[in-house]
Nanobody, 114 residues
Framework: VQLQASGGGLVQAGGSLRLPCAAS????????MGWYRQAPGNKRELVAS???????NYADSVKGRFTISRDNAKNTVYLQMNSLKPEDTAVYFC?????????WGQGTQVTVSS
């Protein structure tokens, strides 16, 4: 399983970014997918997840601002981030798991300036 995340960058507070994560080497339609983030000095935390059936879950800190979605035809999961805040600055990772094995994308940097 390989996950390729992209779409990060520098944006002003209040702006938007969309992060795509393309999956390969997997039967994407049966995979639960997630986005995590890690800021310097902090633990990696779950931002949002989406099940194979489309059920979504969000961290309280991003509810109402971020939206996770998936396009099974493109084997891609997206994280739409609106109303970005400086505290959203982090490296964002996409994730999936097969049993006890975790698979991570390489991470993409999101920096929100105030």
């Amino acid at each position: 399983v390989q996950l390729q995340a992209s779409g990060g960058g520098l944006v002003q507070a209040g702006g938007s970014l969309r992060l795509p994560c393309a999956a390969s080497g997997t039967t994407f339609t049966i995979d639960d997918m997630g986005w995590y983030r890690q800021a310097p000095g902090n633990k990696r935390e779950l931002v949002a997840s989406i099940s194979s059936g489309g059920r979504t879950n969000y961290a309280d800190s991003v509810k109402g601002r971020f939206t996770i979605s998936r396009d099974n035809a493109k084997n891609t999961v997206y994280l739409q981030m609106n109303s970005l805040k400086p505290e959203d600055t982090a490296v964002y990772f996409c994730h999936t798991a097969r049993g006890v094995i975790d698979y991570w994308g390489q991470g993409t940097q999101v920096t929100v300036s105030s």
